[in-house]
């Protein structure tokens, strides 16, 4: 089992930035690459970001790209997403995911509880 507990959003003014960690407790963090999701009010939850197990390989939506990063450090069992030049569209809930892979197979999957970002002046 494995727990993530996310936190870092709030209210920022568009152009500003917000960075979110998730800190993972219960089980192997480098074992499982990680994941940002997010959903705003009237949509579906989409993917913004993954990075690899070890961090070599990450992955933005076209949407977020050259605005936000992800890393992580698995010294610390925390994964983070920076994120920079915010607009109003990236208003929504932000979910930590960590999925444990069998090459594209996923195993398991465990979900933070969602921080709320707001853009809005």
């Known amino acids: 089992q494995v727990q993530l507990v996310e936190s870092g959003g709030g209210l920022v003014q568009p152009g500003g930035s917000l960075r979110l960690p998730c800190a993972t407790l219960?089980?192997?963090?480098?074992?499982?690459?990680m994941n940002w999701y997010r959903q705003a009010p009237g949509k579906e939850r989409e993917l913004v970001a993954t990075?690899?197990?070890?961090?070599?390989?990450?992955n933005y939506a076209d949407s977020v790209k050259g605005r936000f990063t992800i890393s992580r450090d698995n010294r610390k069992n925390t994964v983070y997403l920076q994120m920079n030049s915010l607009k109003p569209e990236d208003t929504a809930v932000y979910y930590c995911?960590?999925?444990?892979?069998?090459?594209?197979?996923?195993?398991?999957?465990?979900w933070g509880q969602g921080t709320q970002v707001s853009v809005s002046s």
């Open positions: 995911n960590a999925k444990l892979l069998l090459g594209t197979t996923t195993l398991r999957s465990y």
């Open positions: 219960g089980s192997t963090f480098s074992n499982y690459a």
């Open positions: 990075i690899t197990n070890v961090g070599v390989t990450t």
